[in-house]
């Protein structure tokens, strides 16, 4: 199978498209023909050396498309599913992919939607369970606009959670569709949140990562009551716990996200979509920053 890799670390040029053995599933994974995989800012920090340092190295962990071989003891799909999920190897860009953890699309959804969801979700999901965000909380999301914070600003709103969103003016319509309060981010952040909510709020989580814990802590009242998905040495220095996969991970929610959607309870983000041979433009404009819509690479 074609499957997207790196030999040494480096720019976007370093990319290629190999010829890679086919992977086959273990007990309770399943094998997917790659539709879509999506692409995420841990891809080009390893493509970059500044995460894993072996090489060569695959790339990909969320992805969807249609089973092909079931594992040991897989009951709850069949060959010829559409499915989407998340794989273990890390080499879900790619002609086909090994599946961990999966679930049905939701019928409304095409390939490319589906592939955009499954790492947000799970991180977002995951960072409001360690909050304890429920019903009548009030919940500040610093970075409400992007792949993350907009599926926490739905998780929450769905949990009956009550949601104010730090966004760029040019992207208040957006936050405000998809369920909360937004307010402008900078200086002078705390006092406008404290408008909108003069208690400040219960829970806060940073998304952005951009150096607002102390104002954050301060609104939610200490640093228990915080989380951040970005800021590690922030987290360290605040005594704010910084959320990770490898201590716990909020799977349940690939499960539980085909309900909301479709009942129009959540939508997932625009896709750009580039094909799998063009993964080095993908990682070009991803690194430039400036696209909201989520990457997805269109293997087959």
Known sequence: MKAARFSRFG??????????????????QV?????????????WKKRQGLMDQELPQTLGHEASGVVDELGEGVSDVAVGDRVFGLSGEGAAQAESAVLDYY?????SLDFAAAAALPSAL?????????????????LLINGASGNIGSAAVQLAVARGARVIGTAGPANHEYVRSLGADPVTYGEGMAERVRALAPGGADLALDV???GVLPELIGLAGTPANVVTIADFTGAQEHGVRFSRGDTGRALYVLNEIGPLIEAGRFAPPAVQTFSLTDIAQAHRVGEEGHVRRKLVLLAN
């Open 31 to 43: 094998r997917i023909v790659v539709r879509a995989a999506g692409v995420n800012v841990s891809d």
């Open 122 to 138: 799970e991180t977002a999901a995951r960072a409001l369970d360690q909050l304890g965000v429920g019903a009548g909380s009030t």
């Open 103 to 107: 679930a049905p699309i939701p019928p």
């Open 208 to 210: 952005a990562g951009s």
């Open 11 to 28: 720019s976007p040029d370093v990319l290629e498209i190999a010829e890679l053995p086919d992977p086959h599933p273990g007990p309770g």
